[in-house]
């Protein structure tokens, strides 16, 4: 479950192959021993609490994905971005603001308590574009990257050039944006970004260690985009209400679990892609549904 990525730098294996709603751990063991993200499953994360006793622990943003172990770790040092400080740990608020008001917010709750064991602890400091942390041999330099959430950051190792790009994930679903702040264009411009220092490796939060076809593959991800559009253009040859987008899976293909929360981010993405087409003059509005134009 542990795997050396470079020296001094391991990837602690999430439960479900990392797949949501878990995510790959990263452990540094260097002069300061820190964890990075507390997604992979409890058992894991009491196993690294025991074994290596992180002095520090940050998270990348505030998903109960990588966030929901950081109680098991009371007492170290909890680092989490700026951007998603004041709510961090607060399970009311971050429902809120991933959902909805009302009993969408309560499914959220109970599905991220019984299915990650989440329970509030609140952060002991933030951090912002630009930080650089320094462990010893090992050096990250925090890279704001929002569009997946607004507190979304990238970490960088500039002497071994590896990326931990998080949910900038490079898997093949593609890139998710399915909470109301999230954003496709930023989303894009975040994914160029860590593009743009050309990683030898990425690590990714649920898809592990990318060591080949690095820049190809951050290519074959952000198509994904404009062939999603291309997928609601063709289903909009005729009038659809969203509701009836919702029916057809077309980004998700199914809903195998939580429906209601799928159904709901399925909902958030379509949106956000219909409003860029209706920008672009390719999509019309008419009586509350829509139909290409």
């Known amino acids: 479950m542990l795997i050396q990525i470079a020296p001094s730098i391991f990837l602690m294996e999430g439960e479900n192959e990392g797949r949501f709603p878990f995510s790959h751990s990263i452990l540094i063991r260097d002069e300061v021993t820190t964890l990075i993200d507390t997604g992979c499953g409890l058992k894991r994360l009491e196993r690294i609490r025991e074994e290596y006793r992180p002095d520090l622990v940050l998270n990348s943003h505030t998903h109960p994905d990588h966030s929901a172990g950081n109680w098991l770790f009371e007492g170290a040092p909890l680092l989490v971005p700026q951007e998603g400080f004041a709510i961090s740990g607060q399970l009311v608020k971050m429902s809120e603001r991933f959902t909805e008001l009302g009993e969408l917010a309560q499914k959220w709750r109970s599905y991220v308590q019984e299915a990650t064991g989440f329970q509030e602890i609140r952060p002991t400091h933030a951090y912002e574009d630009g930080r650089r ?36 994930d490079l898997a093949a679903f593609g890139p998710w944006y399915g909470c109301r702040e999230s954003n496709i264009e930023l989303f894009e411009a975040s994914a160029r970004r860590v593009q743009a220092l050309r990683p030898r490796i990425v690590v990714s939060s649920h898809l592990g260690i990318i060591s080949d076809r690095v820049d190809e593959r951050f290519e074959t991800y952000l198509n994904i985009i404009p062939r999603r559009e291309e997928e609601i253009l063709t289903f909009l040859s005729q009038e659809r209400r969203l509701e009836e987008m919702v029916d057809q899976a077309l980004i998700y293909g199914s809903f195998p679990y939580a429906r209601e929360l799928l159904r709901y981010w399925e909902g958030q993405m379509l949106k956000k892609h219909i409003e860029r087409l209706i920008e672009r003059g390719l999509v019309r509005e008419r009586d509350s549904a829509y139909v290409r134009a």
Request: include cysteine.
């Open 133 to 168: 942390f320094r462990f010893g041999s090992v050096e990250l330099v925090a890279i704001h990257s929002p569009g997946h959430a607004s507190d979304h950051y990238c970490f960088f190792e500039p002497r071994l050039k590896i990326l931990f790009s998080f949910d900038i």
